[in-house]
Protein backbone atom coordinates (compact mmCIF):
# COMPACT_ATOMS: atom_id res chain seq x y z
CA UNK A 1 0.00 0.00 0.00
CA UNK A 2 1.45 3.56 -0.63
CA UNK A 3 0.20 6.24 1.28
CA UNK A 4 0.78 10.11 0.27
CA UNK A 5 1.40 12.53 2.73
CA UNK A 6 1.22 15.97 1.64
CA UNK A 7 2.58 19.57 3.69
CA UNK A 8 1.53 19.85 6.36
CA UNK A 9 -1.03 16.69 6.48
CA UNK A 10 -0.25 15.02 10.15
CA UNK A 11 0.93 11.17 9.94
CA UNK A 12 2.32 8.51 11.69
CA UNK A 13 5.29 6.42 10.70
CA UNK A 14 4.91 2.86 11.81
CA UNK A 15 7.94 0.47 12.24
CA UNK A 16 8.72 -1.49 9.45
CA UNK A 17 7.32 1.04 7.29
CA UNK A 18 9.36 2.28 4.43
CA UNK A 19 9.20 5.93 3.79
CA UNK A 20 10.14 8.71 0.79
CA UNK A 21 10.71 11.91 1.32
CA UNK A 22 10.57 13.94 -2.53
CA UNK A 23 13.12 16.42 -1.99
CA UNK A 24 14.03 19.09 -4.22
CA UNK A 25 12.67 21.92 -5.72
CA UNK A 26 9.56 22.94 -4.63
CA UNK A 27 9.26 26.52 -5.76
CA UNK A 28 6.40 27.10 -8.53
CA UNK A 29 8.25 29.37 -10.86
CA UNK A 30 10.12 27.70 -13.94
CA UNK A 31 10.59 24.34 -12.38
CA UNK A 32 8.46 21.55 -13.57
CA UNK A 33 6.12 19.50 -11.36
CA UNK A 34 7.84 16.52 -10.83
CA UNK A 35 6.31 15.65 -7.42
CA UNK A 36 3.18 15.00 -9.37
CA UNK A 37 4.28 13.28 -12.27
CA UNK A 38 5.89 11.01 -9.45
CA UNK A 39 3.27 10.23 -7.49
CA UNK A 40 1.19 9.65 -10.72
CA UNK A 41 3.22 7.17 -11.69
CA UNK A 42 3.30 5.77 -7.82
CA UNK A 43 -0.40 5.50 -7.54
CA UNK A 44 -0.75 1.82 -9.42
CA UNK A 45 2.25 0.67 -7.96
CA UNK A 46 1.36 -2.19 -5.86
CA UNK A 47 3.36 -3.44 -3.03
CA UNK A 48 3.45 -5.91 0.64
CA UNK A 49 4.88 -3.15 2.18
CA UNK A 50 3.34 -0.01 3.73
CA UNK A 51 5.03 2.77 1.71
CA UNK A 52 4.68 6.29 2.49
CA UNK A 53 5.79 9.47 0.51
CA UNK A 54 6.01 12.83 2.18
CA UNK A 55 5.51 15.40 -0.57
CA UNK A 56 6.70 18.94 0.65
CA UNK A 57 4.42 20.13 -2.38
CA UNK A 58 1.56 21.80 -1.26
CA UNK A 59 -1.51 21.80 -2.88
CA UNK A 60 -1.64 25.39 -1.94
CA UNK A 61 0.98 27.60 -1.09
CA UNK A 62 0.69 31.43 -0.43
CA UNK A 63 3.39 32.80 -2.71
CA UNK A 64 4.16 35.38 -0.04
CA UNK A 65 3.95 33.37 2.66
CA UNK A 66 4.51 34.56 6.53
CA UNK A 67 6.95 33.58 9.16
CA UNK A 68 4.39 31.09 10.53
CA UNK A 69 3.76 29.55 7.28
CA UNK A 70 7.44 29.14 6.51
CA UNK A 71 8.40 27.78 9.65
CA UNK A 72 5.32 25.22 9.58
CA UNK A 73 6.22 24.14 6.07
CA UNK A 74 9.98 23.65 7.25
CA UNK A 75 8.95 21.86 10.69
CA UNK A 76 6.79 19.38 8.46
CA UNK A 77 9.54 18.70 6.53
CA UNK A 78 12.27 18.25 8.59
CA UNK A 79 10.58 16.04 10.38
CA UNK A 80 9.00 13.79 7.60
CA UNK A 81 12.92 13.79 6.39
CA UNK A 82 14.58 12.61 9.87
Known amino acids: ?5 TAVEK ?5 GDVCI ?5 IDNGNAA ?3 DELLEWLK ?3 TEKNV ?3 NPRRKEWNPNPSKE ?3 EQ ?3 ELEAFI
Do not use: A, N
Open 1 to 5: MIKIV
Open 11 to 15: YKVEP
Open 21 to 25: FLSGS
Open 33 to 35: LWQ
Open 44 to 46: DYK
Open 52 to 54: IVF
Open 69 to 71: ELD
Open 74 to 76: IEW
